[in-house]
């Protein structure tokens, strides 16, 4: 079971009247996207509580100081000076960076009492800190930040300098937009130290929900991604429009500033960056649009059965890609790993995991199929292998199954059904393939939202040889 840590008192601090207020400000303004299910110990907004708790008790005992989420509280009174559009610039040079979030974000703490003695008693303010959370910085920064949207248990700050600026870092960054951009979070980190955040995400989840396991110091592989930067093969950038013309195509400014104008991005593929020349050289200048989707696709001449990788700009555009011997075929609005290049090393990856069974796996349940990619991609493990998959999104399933015949494969032995995840394995065209957990692999693979509570408990009664999850998340 999980268990979920909560705030000890603070609460209290806020009348009803104000939080319902306060939090229908701020819910307002909250740029991101928004999950519902609060309740959730793994809803973003609780793993953001649970990794500031974790940051407080590093804190405290690097600096012989105890500082609890009760210090840390911001009341209605500094909640409300710092809404948008009516606060004031409250400028803070010399902070320290301690840690960096999930989301890439730095991790200071300043006292209260440096900005707040004119929107709160004085009195109240002793000995109280505000946590910042900065974006575009990293441990051992020493920064100026501008304080921005104050939250119950931290504020956002807006990076204004780095002061202690490195030739390393500087050579971390290849691209030109990285501090505006709300793209990419990680440039200022080696790749190393990249993989070693990455662990660490999961090393903490690990601790944050279910701490009575025991972690061996050799905890994990983060394995390398074949490309660093031009790998990545779907954009989906957003034109800024003044009065009725597009004058910029871009992504977010990471400090909410409109859009940032970009003519390369550094971690696409030369493909798609070509056709985000052609986009910008034919849509800059004209009629107001809202965004593009450009996505990388195979040119296959079907007399020869050559090929060559092109990018198509378009929602309703059938994209071709090619994995090892097997082809897959989708609309741009499918999903799809936009970074093809790790996809045969996590083939190979869970592959080295089913030879290492003790019996031959007669069975593979893609619990996520979308238009089937691991199913197909793994059918070929032995000749009498079952495969099922299942999916909510009906376009996906009809391209799982168009799939399924381009490459040949016998619908007898490899089914993808429309349906429900949640339900899968008292699915009725499940249960008439006979298909038990022994000798079985499931995939999980699942949005962003991850897997909810009864999937996990029918997992669990299936009792498969083995369970291969795929995060989004990383």
């Not at 959730?40 to 590093?58: A, G, M, R, W």
């Not at 559009?85 to 840690?99: A, L, T």
């Not at 979030?101 to 009195?123: L, R, T």
């Not at 009575?212 to 994990?220: H, I, T, V």
Request: net charge positive; proline share 4%; charged share 25%.
């Amino acid at each position: 079971m999980f268990r979920r840590i909560r705030p000890s008192t603070t609460y209290r601090f806020l009348s009803n009247v104000h939080q319902q207020k306060v939090s229908g400000l701020l819910k307002f303004f909250k740029k991101t996207k928004r999950r519902a299910d609060l309740n959730d110990p793994t809803h973003p907004s609780n793993v953001n509580f649970l990794e500031i708790c974790d940051f407080l008790t590093k804190y405290s005992k690097q600096t012989t100081t105890k500082i609890t989420d009760q210090d840390i509280h911001n009341p209605y009174e500094i909640l409300k000076a710092f809404l948008p559009f009516q606060r004031k610039d409250h400028i803070i040079s010399n902070v320290k960076i301690w840690g960096v979030s999930n989301n890439g974000e730095g991790i200071a703490i300043v006292p209260k009492s440096m900005y707040a003695s004119e929107y709160a008693d004085s009195e109240s303010i002793l000995g109280k800190y505000t946590v910042l959370l900065i974006p575009k910085t990293t441990t051992g920064d020493r920064v100026k930040v501008l304080l921005k949207m104050h939250h119950e248990f931290y504020a956002e700050g807006e990076l204004i300098e780095i002061l202690n600026d490195t030739p390393k870092r500087q050579r971390n960054i290849l691209c030109n937009h990285f501090q505006k951009c709300n793209g990419c979070q990680l440039q200022s980190l080696s790749y190393p130290e990249q993989l070693e955040f990455k662990q660490n995400i999961i090393k903490k989840a690990y601790q944050f929900f279910y701490p009575s396991l025991k972690l061996s110091s050799n905890f994990g592989v983060v394995n390398p991604s074949p490309l660093q930067y031009a790998y990545r093969t779907k954009l989906t950038p957003h034109f800024e429009n003044k009065g009725n013309k597009c004058v910029k195509l871009g992504f977010q400014h990471v400090n909410h500033r409109g859009k940032i104008d970009v003519e390369h991005c550094p971690i696409a593929t030369p493909e798609i960056n070509g056709k985000l020349t052609e986009a910008r050289a034919k849509y800059i200048g004209n009629e107001a649009m809202r965004q593009l989707t450009l996505r990388q696709s195979l040119r296959i001449d079907n007399d020869t059965g050559e090929f060559h990788e092109v990018a198509l700009e378009g929602q309703r555009k059938v994209i071709t890609e090619k994995i090892g011997e097997f082809v897959f075929q989708f609309d741009s609005n499918c999903f799809f790993q936009n970074n093809n290049a790790i996809l045969p090393s996590v083939l190979d990856y869970i592959k080295y995991h089913v030879n290492q069974l003790e019996r031959p796996v007669k069975n593979i349940i893609d619990t996520y199929c979308g238009v089937g990619f691991f199913g197909i991609s793994l059918s070929n493990l032995n000749n009498k292998l079952k495969v099922f998959g299942i999916e909510i999104s009906e376009s996906s399933i009809n391209y799982a199954n168009h799939n399924l015949k381009i490459n040949g494969l016998d619908p007898e032995r490899v089914k993808f059904i429309y349906g429900d995840a949640s339900n899968i394995f008292k699915n009725e065209n499940f249960q008439k393939m006979g298909i038990s957990g022994d000798g079985s692999v499931v995939i999980v693979d699942p949005s962003r939202k991850g897997s909810d509570l009864n999937f996990m408990k029918q997992l669990l009664e299936f009792e498969p040889d083995l369970i291969v999850y795929i995060s989004c998340n990383m």
